[in-house]
T-cell receptor
Framework: GENVEQHPSTLSVQEGDSAVIKCTYS??????FPWYKQELGKRPQLIID?????GEKKDQRIAVTLNKTAKHFSLHITETQPEDSAVYFC????????????FGSGTQLTVLP | NAGVTQTPKFRILKIGQSMTLQCTQD?????MYWYRQDPGMGLKLIYY???????DKGEVPNGYNVSRSTTEDFPLRLELAAPSQTSVYFCASSYAAEGWGETQYFGPGTRLLVL
């Protein structure tokens, strides 16, 4: 099945700096890569996703890049703010199923004021 | 729309007891999922359903059962609860029409403690 590795597990940045979280996946047929944000005690919520037919997608301060050759995708947050502090999860489809997701282990992002 | 709702929010079970976690969505989504999230960990897929009457196992199905009699409801049954089932359980749903993956919308979660 799909194996998704996420790094780093914790990340602290100063407010206004950028944060980058990286995930690698194993199934070369994977075609959909979402990123979820989970605040403490809350449900995961989608913040951005990318399909395999594009290499980059941006939404205001958040961007995702995809390198199909290397089988990795990254989340970029610019001009970080304290409200960006949360756990971020990447995910990729399980092998043979576009709709079963395998999640990474999560990155605890802390934005220091 | 209420989205995805779950009940109860929190429950304590004794070892060997059974319970059903309820999940309902009002978005007319065809796909529904159950995940568990252990402390400090990612989400593991327990079961999923592609439509009413159709369910299938995910990554960690042992100790659980599901049914999907309607589009809206997808209950998760725990039989003979064990301490290893202490976790937060999330239900999710999505509308999938083509071969691409689609956004999964999560419920607020049920926190289960088995003692």
């Amino acid at each position: 099945g799909e194996n998704v590795e996420q790094h780093p597990s914790t990340l602290s940045v100063q407010e206004g700096d950028s944060a980058v979280i990286k995930c690698t996946y194993s199934d070369s047929a994977s075609n959909y890569f979402p990123w979820y944000k989970q605040e403490l005690g809350k449900r995961p919520q989608l913040i951005i996703d990318i399909r395999s037919n594009v290499g980059e997608k941006k939404d205001q301060r958040i961007a995702v890049t995809l390198n199909k050759t290397a089988k990795h995708f990254s989340l970029h947050i610019t001009e970080t703010q304290p409200e960006d502090s949360a756990v971020y999860f990447c995910a990729a489809p399980r092998e043979g199923s576009a709709r079963q997701l395998t999640f990474g282990s999560g990155t605890q992002l802390t934005v220091l004021p | 729309n209420a989205g995805v709702t779950q009940t109860p929010k929190f429950r304590i079970l004794k070892i060997g007891q059974s319970m059903t976690l309820q999940c309902t969505q009002d978005m007319n989504h065809n796909y529904m999922y159950w995940y568990r999230q252990d402390p400090g960990m990612g989400l593991k897929l327990i079961y999923y359903s592609v439509g009413a009457g159709i369910t299938d196992k995910g990554e960690v199905p042992n100790g659980y059962n599901v049914s999907r009699s309607t589009t809206e409801d997808f209950p998760l049954r725990l039989e003979l609860a064990a301490p290893s089932q202490t976790s937060v359980y999330f239900c999710a749903s999505s509308y999938a029409a083509e071969g691409w993956g689609e956004t999964q919308y999560f419920g607020p979660g049920t926190r289960l403690l088995v003692l």
